[in-house]
DNA sequence: CTGAAAGCGCTTACAG
DNA sequence: CTGAAAGCGCTTACAG
């Protein structure tokens, strides 16, 4: 393994110098630079990076936390966001809890982000009061993405949860339809979302401006995934007098909702309409009307807003750093998944 | 932030036996651990993993290389290696190479392995000759998992790619067609997927063993994924007679098949049968019939390959280290989108 | 079983 | 613009 004293000696300079040189710092003359590249070029020279962070206590490491980077969601912000890392030259530190309360414990209480990382996002991950105390402790700088819990001094992306199921219940109120029903994640779930809350409440304030009672019996909870979407809808089905609309608080519930219709004998839009959100990749092949999500954008933004204070001098950042979330629009997407309630 | 000397201070004795009875080494008496656990415990101690590091020669990372983490199988993939990986105390490292040659590049030319992590983990990724040279030179236990290219000394797992599209073929055959086209991935992508050919392999190899011959007509390619799907459907309806059955390479492209067949007026499976490969999350729902594949248990397995000589003393790996690969099986599942042609 | 000391390979004031 | 030297916070032979 070369070492920077390695290249110093090859380029007749010091290894200050050397260090001085390879990080691009201004300090630098033209000539002096060249022959340390060229050195560390021939040499074959890579920094160490651990001792690189010891000595500069930089790690040039984010940790992203997710829930479930199976689901759609995630995938995509993840992907934009390793994209953006890369290009910057930091590295992406996965955390994926799987729906398990352990690993967010492991991941918040043991040190696993302590002096790992110099940035955290946290991607819809709820969080206790407990685990403020352990954030704030940590002292690092941190973005949120989607719903979750905010954290103080944290900016946050997101879309606005509440006006696009408000806008998916509406979309099914103007088709004609009066009996909607409501599809969701459990807040049972070990690790709870809140997306699921805001977006019932959205449904809720759509049923009663257009001057409708929230039925409890249309609204049911369970997984935030496909598995999720088929059991609620069975269940709903089990209850009778099944709705002419369903809104699912997300498209992999939706996606699960058609099994479970399909398996009752009901056929999509004509017996029962069908409305998610997010825009999933697949929700084009089956159809499915949605409320489309920026996924890629709300990625591509926190990690924008998570590095600019890191590289330029503290307190000189170009974009919104904490202060109001950032919201990104939603937009309603018509398939064949919704029409009007049959005349009966 | 609490350092080393803090804690041997409190414990009363040296850093030395702090840092080995902080890591369970065995040369430790059990009062003197005690001492140490409970000092660190009120100091609220965390080792510095650059000092730790620097000093132990080992990073306690793995990187994790995956073509596209919105894709089905290698999301499964990232799960279950993340989940084994954090349990075992390691952090993940995630490249995404999105399709994207360049990507590949810089992960392999420039130094973002190099000192950075203990072990690589390689999915379904090709790799040139050059690029094959550069990995020796770094040095690293690693594993590959699915197809891609395979590296001398590094231990795989897999399925039979072969095999796989064979059972799919012959699912076809044996419900009695015999125009049967094959849709797959594009040679061409800047990053070419090899999993591809050996599923061609296989169809031309059932077609052969049922007295057929290939014909080019019915063979189409386009990217794999659900777009790739779409548009090399259409261009084989373009190309007229359309074929009884198709067999896609993956589900992702029978998804994009199914839009494609659709907006063309052809139902599935009366018109047109299709299978695919993966058992995708949504191919339940989509009722598509597929050659199911176990991605959590190639990811599992492949992350316990990876760790188990890292932890073990050198050379004590008690699991099939390198040599033959590791195949994983897979089974035919049927569901609706398979059926007999029609007879006229 | 434990400790004193060297060393891991960089970066950063400080001085010039 | 450049260098000598200290220091980042651990781990590891080595000695006892």
Redesign the interface.
Known sequence: ?TRIDDVARLAGVSTATVSRALRGLPTVSAQTRRRVLAAAEQLQY??????S??AGGR?G?VA?VVP???R?FF??V??AV??FL?QAGY??????L?GREQ?RQ?LLRT??L???VDAVMLVATPLHPADLTTLAALDLPGVTVSSGTDVPGWPCVRIDDVAAARTATRHLLDLGHRRIAHISGDPDDELAFTAHLDRRHGYHEALRAAGLRPDPGLDVESGFD?AGGTRATEELLRRGDPPTAIFAACDEMA??A??ALRDAGLRVPQDVSLIGIDDH??S???GLSTIAQPATEQGRLAAEMLLDPLCGPAGASTINAAGSPVILPTRLVVRDSTAPPRAN
């Not at 890579?46 to 001792?51: E, K, L, M, R, T």
């Not at 590295?91 to 994926?96: F, Q, S, V």
């Open positions: 393994m890579a920094v160490s990076p651990s001792a962070r010891l790690t490491a992203v479930r980077i199976t759609w995938g995509v993840v992907e390793e994209d890369h590295d992406l530190l996965l955390h994926n799987g690993n492991r040190a696993n302590h002096k790992r496909i996606m699960g058609l099994t990749a697949l084009g092949v089956l």
